[in-house]
């Protein structure tokens, strides 16, 4: 994961407070439903130690195991974290082993349970994002075939290293991670965490207006996303 300064910097309509805010609790509800899932037994969070402090200031995520890492914006600084992740669950003697980017606002224990069950015992297995291209989970039975490949045309990359695409099999909303605004209207209807309703509930638009080139704030996010109408930071975990 990214340090919460760097997160969902493409959403330029929201206020850095506001960006900062959002990816904190996009993280915390994504990691406790990995926590709650009853096939995982071990989550690592990768990020810098302000974030791991925070996750860990969470009830519920006390246990989260932390991979502290500082990273530079890049697919394959993102990468290189994942992969240290990975070999701190196969070291701790976890075979099987899934990555996930945190920012799922409408996971689910079911969904979750649901992909882990869709893993072929010899392939490795992933779920495109919306648009097809991106990924937002991949796994495997045997971790250490799982190479990640996150970044633009991470879906691609991924099935060209030997993945097997189960997006059609699985709940669509594992496939709706949240990159910009639209992304944040889409999930407003959905059954979100508990942390993102909060954010929806307590949070402020910071919207420009593009006549003038003024910045204007104010209004609840909950009331101004209608309007505005549209890995990535992962988490690693044990089937």
Known sequence: MKGWGNAKTRMSELRTDDRRALAFALAQDTVR?????????????????EVLRDLRRCAGLEAVRGVEERREASADSLNMALLRGRDVALSAGYRQLAMIVADLPALSVTALRGFLRTVPAASVAIVCDRSG??????????????LPAFGPNSAARHIANGAVDVTSRCDPWLRADVDTVADLATARGAAVGPA????????????????TGVVQHGGRISEQLGALLAI???VIERQ
């Open 33 to 49: 439903t990995v926590c709650a899932t009853p096939d995982v037994e071990l989550c690592v969070v990768v990020g810098p130690g």
């Open 133 to 146: 291209s991106g990924t937002t989970i991949v796994a495997g039975r045997r971790g250490e075939r799982v």
């Open 196 to 211: 993102l309703r909060r954010w929806f509930d307590g949070g402020e638009m910071r919207s420009e207006n593009r006549q």
């Open 232 to 234: 990535d930071d992962p």
